[in-house]
């Protein structure tokens, strides 16, 4: 098979079913075997006996114990008896090892007595208030008092008082009386999230959680203590009072709100979205969520989401039928390309659809309008073909690689979940990190070379890291330097490849990790493009020069000629020139005009780096079609609105940063008339003359996993069996799927899924399905497929290795001008953000970092305002010393509210960097 | 015979006004144990210190020589000298560390040498501000005679002491807290096993601790021979010991008694020692080491002051402080008050302990303000009993540490010993006492 | 003062270097203070509770302000200075008296008219245990054992012991403080350690620098006859 010959290492991680005595690794690990309640269990090695005991079929309750934390064995609910040559005593099992030889009971009457006298002593003091508490009815504290606590209570003094729900950030509460110092949450904040801004406060009965005063709990990560809770202390403010855990159920899912795809279960109540919670997917988010991901689900139930088509009539956008609006669509954009040609239209967006969706639009635009202007990407990621060329990585591999190279933006900022897991890796098991960027990120404390480089010098500094002999642009540090040249020449290194500045063109740190990837021929990377299903988006194909399944257009011409009819001539327009085009008042030099524009749920003026030049284009287009789910700024110029599912609306899959595919859940019915975007593709094509022939969810999957060959292998079967919960990587290696640990119906920690495990008790397993019928029979897990017929053409190549990129030659500086560094910050004026009540009043105000000796220089005092202009538009922000930053660059954040005018105004494409001037107001 | 003949091994210096000073240590043979430990080997060092079998004065009496053997296994890297002294009672370091803290420094100094330590913290009780200036004083000036330091007294051996505040938890006294506490955080109890600290202690690495007035110990054994120690005494008890005594006798104090060669009833009644009970009055009961300890009545007053003889008879000789209460003492108040200190002092990371001590105080308050009911009785035995399981001695723990299983000592006493008493404040509705 | 933007609330430093926060409150001399005693331990965070006492011999208590200072001092956060001062009796988070003044009732007190000294000290000095009088002089305080159990009923003033204590000689007491008439002996609330560490690793930090070497190389040294010895078969352990 031509595409198996190219080097690209989906996952390495051998199937290992949850009983396997097999470890990650995949040698075989070291058993124990010891007695448990009379009967012979095995154990690994290390294993403490809370968690050997569960796997062997015996539940010992808990509080504290949480396995992705280690053990402090506090709360003594998990007391069993142990015998030890001293005889027997009282053991925590979640802090004992398993021993060869050992005898451990967990029912005697012994037991049974300490673990009554450790619920009694725990409710003495806590309220009895289930009945308003958000915690009722799926409490491990109500539960096991019910399974082994005493009938009635002998406390008869009064309990502790504190004041009710103190709120210790926007988001989360703390009702103090209801805690039973598990310290789950501050082991969480301390130990996974690496922000201790919640600790224990005083001693003995009086301790209690808290935060420091006027320094909340701003971590990104809180919401996880919320769902680690074993009681009702800490409450999220989104979910207070908003359902009765007996009335919601729920569906197995993934988080489409950045590109790591956590697994989530999304829970409803009466078609509304009422809760997520983390799913411990072991190659991905071990649990984890971030806030954002956690509560992003507010923006489906928004009261003004579109249920309707619309189309513009004498100026006004007014409701019609589908197919109307179907037909106005398509006679606006065949008007466009009977005038100038395919190339006239122009699709940006789709990091919002599903596989399926994007796949259905690809093959829409490309096979049957022909355009190839197609562009899941804003301006602000990487060239696709080098997203996609390089080899990957998995999120595993990253955390058990030797080294990483970050050249990448904020990743606690960008990509939470895959921060925590770097994190974890470094603080853990000593993962070497370099840090190649602008200005100091939240993992700088963490890295062992953090190497600064202004504005421009990615390429260079890369250079200078792989070859001892070049030199390093300023201001790298020469110790750092040797470090980092040390740790990338040996080893096993991933590079984690993103956009540190959208102010740079991605062209040059794309090339910068291409430096990297000829002088380090082993190296893996991981492509850190962030906004949702964006890696699903390209590799169905929706970028200029791309087809689905990661080949070229070149390479993939005659296979998909061969299945769709037809393929563009010509690689087409990428988002910003498609943007121009629109914009360009007369007949630009790279084509035709830019007349017709679809937009897929995206929205430039927000997320496009030079807002300005998106703004002409929106007005410049003849014709505006955009596929949306809630009003927003582009549905308010568009010509045609048409109404789309949104999460958890519909099934289908994803593919995140590493190239794995998850399956998403269908929990909501989309409101109104709103349809999925695949359908909305489907039949569209029919009124543009055209079939996709894609009758279903299912349908679009089937000629996914036949056509696109990155995708080859993993078919519905494949994802749909159990092992496969945590989805596959893409592509499979010859030898296999990698599939999961993770049984799916036992959650890591049951005190956090006390829903999801209650719905498996029921019978009905918390996982998405695709549409259609479930596809019977065991899934065939060989990827190496032979081609379906004799006499079809030679299945195309998937891209591999660096490609030829017009590298754009930075101008020398103007020692009188400033650079800019614009960076992504989590919570900004983006629709995922504004969308989502719980949210939007996070979004902080951005100062313009300077560094201290550039301030002194100008006489500008750190606090102070300060402008920044460049030829054709300015700024103005507050000054703050930043000594991390390069001398003469200033870096600010993107899209957050300034004390003037926005970032998005100052940068402009085409530019390689963004010189400025700085001044007084 | 009250006292016997046995030589004063630790407060021999004491009846000066200026023990504490480097010139009266010297003096009076200050740091000839450290020159003579210097001349040997530390393994004959050691072997004397086994050979003494000088038992550890923080409470455990867990012999040094042995735990120091252990580790000479598996080399140590700390040897940290616990000052915090707050067993209730309990008053006796407190003596020797603002007495006589160039002893101290030298007991800890032939330690170090005998275990090959280099760093050695002194942890010293908070409230001991006076102790604390006054061991910082001696070591500063140890340091200026070159008994501490690079290259002792010219031997080659190099050892840096840091004396090293607490700040009021009596948990701290606690071996594992301790150390947590000395890495800076609060003194929650590490969990044993595994954390030994021999084998896991500060920083991770293998940790000798030892009791101040263990180490005050050193000097003499180094100077007259293990044997010579081991000769003072009886069975696994040798030497002598510091007695702390206080409550209802005429004269409190801490007194260095032979081990085993008095009896408890001496040591309140001599007149060179307790003097007796004031106002002729009667003994009701006594504690007889530290309130973690189970109480004695009268009629167990001739037990000889020995580890194993307290031990075997039910209850332990801890920390050396015995508490006498006369025949005018409410035991439900005495418990209820020993019971809040626990419940102040617990660390409140377990379960038991922390809700437990809280539970239980309030209880053992109500029935001593006259809200008691009958069957509080058997509630607070049974509360007792989930802590420790069982009610024996030594007792088992549903806790992490020690603390947890101390709480039923007092309360189980008071309630075996003087149940009567308990009907009679539940039936008049308040103390017969007041 | 300058608006460093600093490494933002919560950043993990925690795991590397510590004084990167800038500190803000305390003095040069408690400064210069903290940084020698920090120098004395292996790990910055082990200097936690004696750096707590120098900003209380500065502040009389733990202020905010200082605490945020200790934070950057020994690499944690602000909650968990909190957090770990909260847990000492002796390390006070809101303002106390100039007199800290703790009567002790614990067993061997009790039994010498301990909660009597205690009932008189409230009802002479107008506040409850735990309450500061009034005029900002004394903070009362109902103490555990303070280990002077033969001078019962114990009394401390800022940890100074004044000896077994009646209801006159503790009014006599109250008034002499309030008039500084001991001053002398007993420092204002917060002074624990008068006596500065002179010699020593302070003396001479080449010599510190060496020794800490020479620890290290013996520590290792040992690791590596450790792993040896595991290595080595059975027979060999016992002959050495
Ligand atoms: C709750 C508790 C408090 C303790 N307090 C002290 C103390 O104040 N001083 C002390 O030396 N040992 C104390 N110990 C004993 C120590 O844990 C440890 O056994 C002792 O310091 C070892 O020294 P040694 O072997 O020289 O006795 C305490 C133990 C417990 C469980
Ligand atoms: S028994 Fe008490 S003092 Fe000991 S660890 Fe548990 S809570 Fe802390
Ligand atoms: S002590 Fe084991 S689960 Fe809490």
């Known amino acids: 098979m031509s595409e198996r010959t190219t080097a690209s290492p989906g996952s390495s991680s051998p199937d290992t079913g949850p009983s396997a005595a097999t470890g990650v690794e995949g040698a075989p690990v070291e058993t124990v075997t010891f007695t448990l309640d009379g009967r012979e269990v095995t154990a690994r090695k290390g294993e403490m006996l809370i968690a050997a005991a569960e796997r062997a079929g015996t539940f010992i309750p808990r509080f504290c114990y949480h396995p992705r934390m280690k053990s402090v064995g506090v709360c003594r609910m998990c007391l069993v008896e142990v015998s030890s040559p001293r005889g027997a005593s009282l053991q925590p099992s979640c802090f004992i090892e398993a021993q060869a030889g050992a005898s451990v009971v967990t029912d005697s009457d012994k037991v049974k007595k300490a673990q009554d006298g450790v619920l009694e002593f725990l409710l003495i003091n806590h309220p009895l208030d289930c009945p308003v508490c958000d915690k009722g009815g799926e409490c491990p504290l109500q539960d096991q008092t019910l399974a082994y606590g005493p009938g009635e209570s002998r406390f008869v003094e009064e309990k502790r008082h504190f004041e009710k729900p103190i709120a210790i950030s926007e988001l989360v509460l703390l009702d103090r009386e209801r805690c039973i110092q598990c310290s789950r949450c501050t082991r969480f904040a301390d130990e996974v999230a690496g922000e201790a801004q919640i600790d224990f406060i005083g001693r003995a009965e009086a301790l209690e959680v808290n935060t420091f005063p006027e320094l909340p709990f701003t971590s990104y990560f809180s919401g996880n203590t919320v769902q680690i809770c074993p009681v009702g202390a800490l409450t999220a403010v989104p979910y207070r009072f908003a359902a009765r855990p007996w009335d919601l159920d729920q569906v197995e899912s993934t988080c489409t709100t950045c590109a790591v795809g956590c697994r989530v279960a999304v829970q409803s109540s009466s078609n509304r979205a009422t809760r997520l919670l983390g799913i411990d997917a072991d190659p991905v988010n071990h649990g984890w969520l971030c806030d954002k991901g956690r509560f992003a689900f507010e923006a489906v139930n928004a009261e003004d989401r579109l249920t309707e088509p619309l189309v513009r009539k004498d100026g006004a956008l007014v409701p019609v039928s589908w197919y109307e609006a179907l037909r106005a669509a398509a006679s606006g954009l065949k008007a466009a390309t009977s005038k100038d040609g395919a190339e006239a239209v122009g699709v940006i967006g789709g990091a919002r659809l599903t596989n399926e969706g994007a796949y259905a639009w690809a093959?829409?635009?490309?096979?049957?309008?022909?355009?190839?202007?197609?562009d899941a990407q804003m301006g602000d990621g990487l060239p696709a073909e080098v997203a996609l060329g390089l080899p990957r990585a998995t999120i595993d591999q990253t955390a058990a690689a030797d080294t990483v190279i970050v050249l990448a933006g904020d990743l606690r900022e960008e990509l939470p979940i895959l921060f925590l897991r770097l994190r974890s890796a470094i603080v853990d098991r000593g993962l070497s990190l370099v840090e190649l960027s602008p200005r100091a990120t939240a993992l700088t404390p963490y890295a062992e070379a953090s190497l600064r480089y202004g504005p421009g010098g990615a390429v260079d500094l890369a250079r200078a890291v792989v070859d001892d002999a070049a030199v390093a642009p300023a201001p790298a540090d020469p110790d750092a330097l040797v470090t980092a040249r040390r740790l990338a020449g040996a080893g096993d290194v991933v590079v984690i490849v993103g956009r540190p500045s959208l102010a740079e063109d991605g062209v040059l740190v794309a090339e910068a990790a291409q430096v990297l990837a000829r002088a380090l021929p082993a190296a893996r990377f991981l492509p850190a493009l962030r906004r949702g299903n964006v890696h699903g988006a390209l590799d169905m194909g929706m970028a200029p020069g791309l087809l689905p399944g990661r080949v070229t257009l070149d390479a993939g011409r005659e296979w998909f000629a061969h299945a769709w009819g037809s393929v563009p001539a010509e690689r087409g327009r990428d988002t910003a020139a498609m943007l121009a085009a629109a914009a360009a008042a007369d007949e630009p030099a790279d084509g035709p005009r830019l007349r017709a524009l679809v937009v897929l749920g995206?929205?430039?003026?927000?997320?496009?780096?030079?807002?300005?030049?998106?703004?002409?284009?929106?007005?410049?287009?003849?014709?505006?079609?955009?596929v949306a789910s809630s009003p927003g700024p582009v549905t308010?110029?568009?010509?045609?609105?048409?109404?789309?599912?949104?999460?958890?609306?519909?099934?289908?899959t994803t593919t995140n940063i590493e190239g794995r595919i998850s399956r998403l859940g269908q929990k909501l019915v989309s409101p109104g008339q709103s349809w999925p975007d695949w359908m909305i593709a489907s039949e569209l094509a029919m009124h543009l003359d055209g079939d996709l022939g894609l009758e279903s969810v299912a349908a679009v999957w089937d000629e996914v996993e036949r056509l696109a060959p990155a995708y080859r292998g993993i078919s519905r079967a494949v994802l749909d069996s159990p092992g496969a919960a945590d989805g596959v990587v893409a592509p499979v290696p010859t030898s296999g799927v990698s599939i999961s640990r993770r049984a799916p119906a036992a959650p890591l920690d049951p005190i956090a899924f006390p829903g999801v495990e209650s719905v498996e008790r029921q019978g009905a397993p918390p996982r998405a399905g695709l549409a259609g019928t479930p596809t019977a029979g065991h899934a065939a897990l060989s990827g190496a497929g032979s081609n379906a017929h004799d006499g079809d053409p030679v299945r195309p190549a998937v891209l591999a290795g660096p490609v030829d990129l017009a590298v754009p030659s930075v101008p020398p500086s103007d020692r009188y001008s400033m650079r800019l560094v614009a960076a992504r910050s989590l919570y900004d004026l983006g629709e995922a953000v504004s969308a989502v009540p719980a949210l939007a009043g996070l979004v902080g105000t951005a100062p313009l970092r300077v560094h201290p000796l550039d301030l002194d220089e100008l006489g500008i005092p750190a606090g102070g305002s300060v402008r920044i202009r460049t030829a054709s538009a300015s700024a103005v922000l507050t000054a703050v010393a930043d000594a991390s930053l390069p001398r003469r660059a200033v870096a600010a954040d993107f899209n957050v509210?300034?004390?003037?005018?926005?970032?998005?105004?100052?940068i402009e494409v085409g530019a390689p960097v963004v010189e400025l001037r700085m001044e007084s107001p | 015979m009250a006292v016997t003949e046995a030589p004063k091994i630790i407060t021999g210096r004491l009846g000066y006004p200026d023990s504490h000073t480097l010139e009266r240590s010297l003096a009076t043979g200050g740091y000839d144990g450290l020159r003579r430990a210097l001349t040997m080997t530390p393994e004959a060092v050691a072997h004397e210190v086994d050979t003494a079998s000088l038992l550890g004065r923080g409470g455990a009496g867990f012999p040094a020589g042995r735990k120091w053997a252990m580790l000479r296994k598996n080399p140590v890297t700390y040897l940290v000298v616990n000052g915090d002294e707050s067993e209730p009672a309990t008053f006796k370091d407190h003596l020797l560390i603002e007495r006589d803290p160039h002893q101290l420094i030298e007991g800890v100094l032939i330690a170090a040498f005998a275990l090959q330590v280099t760093q050695v913290f002194i942890f010293v009780r908070g409230e001991f501000a006076l102790g604390l200036e006054r061991v910082q004083a001696a070591l500063n000036d140890a340091y200026a005679y070159g008994a501490v330091g690079a290259d002792i007294f010219g031997s080659g051996f190099s050892v840096d002491i840091v004396v090293h505040p607490g700040a009021g938890a009596y948990i701290c006294g606690e071996e594992t807290a301790l150390l947590e506490s000395l890495e800076g955080k609060r003194g929650f109890p590490r969990i044993k096993p595994p954390f030994f600290p021999a084998a896991i202690g500060l920083y991770g690495e293998p940790t000798v601790v030892n009791n101040v007035e263990t180490m005050s110990n050193l000097p003499w054994i180094v100077l007259n021979g293990g044997a010579a120690f081991a000769a003072l005494g009886e069975g696994r008890s040798t030497g002598t010991r510091l007695f702390a005594l206080a409550g209802h006798v005429n004269h409190p104090g801490v007194f260095e008694l032979e081990m085993v060669k008095t009896t408890f009833h001496d040591l309140i009644h001599a007149p060179v020692l307790g003097g007796g009970i004031p106002h002729g009055r009667a003994l009701k009961a006594f504690i007889p080491g530290g309130v973690s300890a189970p109480w004695f009545g009268p009629d167990q007053v001739d037990l000889p002051l020995g580890q194993d003889e307290v031990g075997a008879a039910g209850s332990m000789l801890g920390s050396g402080s015995v508490v006498v209460m006369d025949d005018h003492t409410c035991p439900v108040r005495a418990s209820w008050r020993i019971t809040k200190f626990f419940?102040?002092?617990?660390?409140?990371?377990c379960t038991p302990c922390r809700e437990g001590s809280g539970w239980l105080e309030r209880i053992m308050a109500r029935i001593e303000t006259g809200y008691g009911r009958e069957q509080d009785l058997d509630l607070l035995l049974d509360a007792c009993d989930n802590i420790a399981p069982g009610l024996s001695w030594p007792p088992q723990q549903t806790t992490i540490c020690v603390l947890g299983p101390s709480i039923p000592s007092s309360i189980v006493s008071a309630i075996e010993m003087f149940r009567d008493e308990f009907l009679v404040h539940?039936?008049?509705?308040?103390?017969?006492?007041? | 003062m300058s608006a460093e933007a600093g490494t933002p609330i919560g950043s993990p430093r925690r795991d590397r270097g510590s004084d990167a926060l800038a500190i803000r409150h305390l003095s040069t001399d408690t400064l210069d203070q903290a940084r020698q005693v920090i120098s004395l331990y292996p790990e910055p965070r082990s200097a936690f509770i004696p750096l707590c006492h120098l900003a209380q011999q500065q502040d009389g208590w733990l202020t905010p302000e200082a605490m945020r200072d200790i934070a950057g001092l020994v690499g944690v956060t602000p909650a968990e200075v909190l957090g770990t001062a909260s847990f000492y009796d002796m390390l006070h988070t809101e303002p106390v008296g100039r007199h800290v003044v703790a009567v002790c009732t614990n067993i061997a007190c009790l039994l010498n008219g301990a909660a009597e000294l205690l009932e008189h000290a409230e009802a002479s000095l107008g506040v409850n245990a735990g309450g500061t009088t009034g005029d900002g002089s004394v903070t009362l305080e109902e103490a555990e054992c303070l280990a002077d159990c033969d001078q019962a009923p114990c009394v401390q003033v800022n940890h100074r012991f004044v000896g077994a204590q009646t209801p006159a000689s503790f009014d006599q007491l109250i008034s002499e403080l309030r008039t500084g008439a001991r001053s002398e002996d007993i420092p204002h609330h917060g002074t624990l350690v008068r006596v500065r560490r002179s010699t020593g690793l302070q003396a001479d930090p080449s010599l510190v620098a060496a020794e800490r070497a020479a620890m290290a190389e013996a520590q290792a040294r040992r690791t590596e006859a450790a792993e040896a010895a595991k290595t080595a078969p059975d027979g060999a352990r016992g002959s050495s």
């Not at chain 2, 419940?343 to 990371?349: D, F, I, L, T």
């Not at chain 2, 539940?426 to 007041?434: A, L, R, T, V």
């Open chain 1, 363 to 374: 093959k829409l635009a490309k096979g049957v309008l022909g355009t190839d202007s197609v």
């Open chain 1, 602 to 626: 995206a929205d430039p003026l927000t997320d496009f780096p030079d807002r300005r030049l998106a703004e002409r284009a929106l007005e410049g287009a003849d014709f505006v079609v955009s």
């Open chain 1, 636 to 652: 308010e110029r568009a010509d045609v609105v048409l109404p789309a599912a949104e999460a958890h609306e519909r099934p289908g």
């Open chain 1, 897 to 906: 509210p300034l004390d003037q005018g926005t970032i998005a105004d100052l």
């Open chain 2, 343 to 349: 419940a102040r002092e617990s660390c409140g990371q």
């Open chain 2, 426 to 434: 539940i039936k008049d509705e308040g103390c017969p006492y007041e």
